[in-house]
Nanobody
Framework: QVQVVESGGGLVQPGGSLRLSCAAS????????AHWYRQAPGKQREWVAG???????MYADSVKDRFTISRDNAKNTVYLQMNSLKPEDTAVYYC?????????WGQGTQVTVSS
């Protein structure tokens, strides 16, 4: 059994920063690929950023140059550094990791950007 837990969300003012963490534990043998998604109220879940097994990164246009995805393989943890946050970044952020062909999702962490 594998558990994926996101943390680091909260309330931040526009222009501020947050770092989300996504920790995978249990019967996991490393993370192959990892992605962050988000879902705002009344909207569909959208892809935000991803990291391939080789460390290559990809970003949605809406967050490019503001968000950075990274990982710590030793800790089976993926991060999302979010800078220059905007009110439209408000959403529940979800982590998705793929390990040995299996998809695992976390429960989400709320990010609210408001003054």
């Amino acid at each position: 059994q594998v558990q994926v837990v996101e943390s680091g969300g909260g309330l931040v003012q526009p222009g501020g920063s947050l770092r989300l963490s996504c920790a995978a534990s249990g019967n996991i043998f490393g993370i192959n690929t990892a992605h962050w998604y988000r879902q705002a109220p009344g909207k569909q879940r959208e892809w935000v950023a991803g990291m391939g097994s080789g460390g290559n990164t990809m970003y949605a246009d809406s967050v490019k140059d503001r968000f950075t995805i990274s990982r710590d393989n030793a800790k089976n943890t993926v991060y999302l550094q979010m800078n220059s946050l905007k009110p439209e970044d408000t959403a529940v952020y979800y982590c998705n990791v793929v390990s040995r062909g299996f998809n695992y999702w976390g429960q989400g962490t709320q990010v609210t950007v408001s003054s």
